[in-house]
């Protein structure tokens, strides 16, 4: 019984590892709630999606599969080449059987290394290619969310899962897949040619599979969730430097910099935290399997050298030194591909997770879409009316209660009112940025819910108060459409809106570069841009949004007299509160708490004395109010 100490010795130390794991998993089971370890997609329903991205290019896949199993040949016939070496070595050592196994190792080994090579590049191209595709429909996916989805999800999320976590997905189509299938077919490879030399030494091997297994299973819980709180952490930062630095003159401006230095040690020491805890979680698995993986050596010099000495046979099959070396060398190819798979699926891990993240937003449902019978209008005249139009951002906090007003066909119209009084509402709602939850909206007496979105908004050009630029030139963000305009059109709009003013000026005109977010022109500069791109579109309706509240008194002059101009060319919106902008509307509403208060022309509210009178005054006291 003895002999067999040290055998059982062996069993109680992986037993006793495998009991405090078993322990460990059952705790995180039970308290996964708890710590917030949640699965919210299965990673059956993560394949299938992600398995329509690899289907188009399913010939390049199987390609590679049958150049893979060329390539596991090394794997498979090298050790057994060097135990039959070592047999000739230790014979009468004939040379020419000894010659003929070496140039044997040496042919497999360079067939293996080119099937590598080839495997490689074709699997980087079928990668890119799917990378590009999947960041091009989440793109695309993104840009049908409607204002509301924008205004709750931060920008640094978003970025996020166009940049990292795409880059994740596209590892596992390049190198995870491919890698996991060979490992997998090395493994069988291995266990084949281990049960065709020995089967009582194979058997010995395969008695550590269900250990393998099992904390293979456990390691699984705990890398999974490793995986998402890096995610999560990533996220955070990302989300937090698109805010900040984009906020950084305020940050500067007020001093804050400690304070956000704070906030930001906080979120990248949280990252760290998680990152260390990943590290941690693979810092034992992989131990364990090197453990489990020198037993079995153990084992094997045990077993193998008792029976070798004792020239024992099992089932009609002799340990011989040859067996032996085979053994030792097929062991080391049977764990290697195990401790590769543990270090693979830690990045699978972080697949899944990217991939959950990605389709978690590719889930959203677009808030404002087009309706089935949804028809395109190649013109419309520009008659507007609002019918007991109810709309919320959040639900029962109403900001318009039952507005109604109709505007006929090129009438300039003017909406004026506290701020919060639901004017920029009104105007967003026409372009249907949201959709209202009572009431209707028509243009030409259509619902616009019936209009195809892309339709309805090109007949619409607006003009914000903050005017956002593309980085690129004066021309690309007049045009910035795909439609073709020549330099005469842009410089034509230019002209028209008296932006050729400082265009003209410029080194290089309409080529002038834009830094970011235009910042290397004034305010005013911006907006005689603004007005530019939007007249070269020849928009039926036109609305105004503040457009004159951030510039000075030389450029609202300019943009007065630009107003003047586009006035006849369709339905004008506008919303102001500098009331000299508006005097000569067609019509002015006055809008408060969500309701219309009064409207007519600027004399007829002046002689009421109502709201628009007492908005006047309070602008120009001290003036004789001429009614």
């Known amino acids: 019984m003895h002999e067999y100490y040290p055998l059982i010795l062996v069993g109680a130390i992986v037993g006793l590892f495998t009991l405090i794991f078993t322990l460990a998993y059952v705790f995180m089971k039970d308290k996964k709630k708890a710590i917030g370890f949640d699965r919210n997609m299965k990673d059956s329903e993560i394949i299938r999606r992600l398995f329509y991205y690899a289907k188009p290019y399913w010939k390049s896949f199987l390609f590679v599969f049958f150049v893979m199993l060329v390539s596991i040949a090394y794997d498979i016939l090298s050790p057994y080449l060097v135990g039959q070496a070592e047999e000739i070595v230790k014979g009468n050592f004939p040379m020419a059987s000894l010659l003929r196994i070496v140039g044997m190792y040496a042919a497999v080994l360079v067939v293996s290394s080119i099937c590598t090579y080839i495997q490689a590049v074709v699997l980087q191209k079928i990668g890119q290619r799917i990378l590009s595709n999947l960041r091009e429909d989440l793109f695309t996916h993104i840009e049908q969310l409607s204002h509301d989805q924008f205004n709750h999800i931060p920008v640094g999320k978003l970025v996020t899962r166009v940049t990292n976590d795409t880059n994740a997905i596209s590892q596992m189509f390049t190198s995870i897949i491919i890698s996991l299938a060979k490992n997998i077919l090395v493994i069988i490879g291995v266990v084949a040619a281990m049960l065709f030399l020995n089967l009582e030494l194979t058997l010995m091997v395969l008695c550590f599979v269900p250990f393998i297994v099992l904390f293979t299973i456990i390691f699984r819980k705990f890398s999974r969730q490793a995986y998402r709180r890096v995610k999560d952490g990533t996220t955070d930062i990302n989300t937090f430097l698109s805010e900040n630095l984009s906020g950084m003159k305020i940050t500067q401006i007020f001093n804050c910099e400690p304070k956000k230095l704070r906030e930001f040690r906080s979120k990248n020491d949280y990252l760290s935290w998680a990152k260390r805890q990943q590290i941690f979680v693979f810092s034992i698995f992989r131990p364990i399997v090197y453990m489990l993986y020198i037993s079995s050596v153990l084992c094997l010099l045990y077993l193998g ?36 798979l543990a270090e693979q699926f830690n990045w699978l891990q972080s697949a899944f997770a990217s991939a959950e993240k990605i389709f978690s937003v590719m889930d959203m449902v677009p808030e404002v879409v087009d309706e089935p019978d949804a028809i395109e209008l190649p013109v419309i005249r520009g008659e507007i009316e609002f019918k007991d139009v ?116 410029l080194p290089d005109g309409l080529d002038e570069e834009v830094r970011e977010r235009g910042n290397n022109f004034s305010a005013g500069q911006r907006q005689l841009l603004s007005f530019a791109r939007t007249i070269i579109h020849k928009p039926d309706v036109i609305i105004l949004d503040e457009a004159t509240a951030n510039i000075d008194t030389e450029t609202e002059q300019l943009i007065q007299d630009s107003l003047e101009k586009i006035m006849n060319i369709g339905t004008m919106l506008i919303v102001a509160h500098r009331l000299s902008t508006i005097q000569h509307a067609d019509k002015i509403m006055v809008i408060s708490h969500g309701q219309i208060l009064e409207q007519g022309n600027h004399f007829e509210l002046l002689e009421k004395k109502g709201a628009y009178y007492e908005l006047y005054r309070l602008q120009y006291q001290g003036t004789d109010i001429d009614c």
């Not at 020239?311 to 002799?318: A, E, I, K």
């Not at 709602?429 to 339709?455: A, E, F, P, T």
């Not at 630029?469 to 020549?486: A, P």
């Open 390 to 505: 109810w709309f919320a951002y959040e639900p029962g906090e109403w900001v318009l209660k039952g507005i109604s007003f109709h505007i006929n066909p090129k009438e300039t119209v003017a909406f004026v009112g506290s701020t919060g009084s639901g004017k920029t509402t009104i105007l967003s709602l026409l372009c249907r940025n949201y959709d209202i939850q009572k009431g209707q909206i028509l243009v030409d007496g259509i619902d616009i819910r019936h209009i195809k979105l892309s339709c309805l908004r090109s007949h619409f050009g607006q003009m914000l108060q903050d005017v956002f630029l593309f980085s690129g030139t004066i021309r690309s963000n007049i045009v910035l459409r795909e439609d073709s305009f020549t330099d005469e059109e842009v410089l034509d709009a230019c002209h028209y809106v008296n932006a050729d003013h400082f265009i003209n000026q």
């Open 305 to 340: 050298g008792k029976g070798y000495i004792q020239n024992t046979s099992f089932m009609g099959q002799v340990i011989t030194s040859g067996t032996l070396v085979s053994f030792y060398m097929y062991i080391s190819k049977f764990f290697n591909p195990i401790q590769t």
